[in-house]
């Protein structure tokens, strides 16, 4: 019996690798319909908490590409098996009928029981620019560097049904604009 090159391998490697990767228990289900743009829905009574102690939550801005965490709280059971969508959408005035940008999660975290869940995402690079004079609001006054926008959390259920419908508001700065930010906050850690 000869030796076996690394091709061989590696071909088997790349075979089972996808079996992984595309086997129906291995992925999040896909929330059927519109998705983020769903009809807003009262479900489960659920909404975001602010975090205690040092956590990404606390900070309710980031650039593009920064990473934000949500912790939401739901008055029910939201089932462990949920898929979750973070959708993002600019504050403009008029006010915005544009399609949400829908992300996955990063990261999903809950408690035992399954009614506090934090999600963990990054921030969309490909978040459309906003002309300033459709700003609505800025989390800064009358300073255009940190437009808000809408963020909604939903989880669906595993008979496409949502469990949980939150939504809040965040600043999402430019890179450069972040960086002019963030310069004060260093000069007064300096003794």
């Known amino acids: 019996m000869g030796r076996k090159s690394w091709g061989f391998y ?5 075979i089972l690798a996808t079996v992984l990767v595309t086997s129906p228990g291995r992925a999040q289900n896909q929330p059927s319909g519109q998705g983020c743009n769903t009809a807003s829905s009262n479900v489960a009574a659920a909404g975001i908490i602010q975090a205690t102690g040092e956590s990404l939550q606390r900070k309710r801005w980031q650039p593009h590409g920064g990473i934000i965490q949500f912790a939401i709280k739901s008055s029910v059971r939201i089932p462990e098996n949920a898929s979750f969508l973070v959708c993002f959408r600019w ?3 008029p006010e915005n ?3 949400f940008d829908e992300r996955r999660p990063d990261r999903l975290d809950s408690n035992n029981d399954h009614t506090i869940w934090t999600v963990t995402t990054r921030i969309p690079d490909n978040l459309a620019k906003v002309p300033p004079d459709k700003v609505r ?7 255009p560097l940190v437009p808000l926008a809408d963020v909604r959390i939903i989880a669906v259920k595993e008979d496409m049904t949502l ?11 430019y890179p450069l604009a972040a960086i002019f930010l963030a310069v004060p906050s260093l000069s007064r850690l300096s003794p």
């Open 91 to 93: 504050r403009t005035i």
């Open 10 to 14: 590696f071909g088997w490697l790349c």
């Open 97 to 99: 009928t544009e399609k």
């Open 137 to 143: 609001e800025t989390a800064l006054p009358y300073v």
């Open 163 to 173: 469990a949980a419908d939150v939504t809040t508001v965040i600043g999402i700065t």
